[in-house]
């Protein structure tokens, strides 16, 4: 099992950044993809980016160009560094790690952009 913190939320401007971190714990040799969603309210939760382990990346076109997945070295770190931000972006944040086909989640951190 793997367990997941997110960190870094907060209000920001619109035009700025703000840079997300999920730490896992446990399991994390079994984690073969992480990643991040997120959910505004009275929507569904959607894909915002998610990265392998061998590194491949992937983003929802809503945010390619502006966010950027990346890991750390020790492997239990993910990061999403966010630019430009639109009052759009505003949403809880989930980081996810799938483990042996399973979906671990993360409490989730509030992202506010005012406009």
């Known amino acids: 099992q793997v367990q997941l913190v997110e960190s870094g939320g907060g209000l920001v401007q619109a035009g700025g950044s703000l840079r997300l971190s999920c730490v896992a714990s446990g399991s994390i040799f079994s984690i073969a993809v992480m990643g991040w969603y997120r959910q505004a309210p009275g929507n569904e939760r959607e894909l915002v980016a998610i990265?392998?382990?061998?590194?491949?990346?992937s983003y929802a076109d809503s945010v390619r160009g502006r966010f950027t997945i990346s890991r750390g070295n020790t492997k239990k770190m993910v990061y999403l560094q966010r630019n430009s931000l639109k009052p759009e972006d505003t949403a809880d944040y989930y980081c996810?790690?799938?483990?042996?086909?399973?979906?671990?989640w993360g409490q989730g951190t509030l992202v506010t952009v005012s406009s």
């Open positions: 996810n790690a799938q483990s042996y086909g399973i979906n671990n």
């Open positions: 990265i392998t382990s061998g590194g491949d990346t």
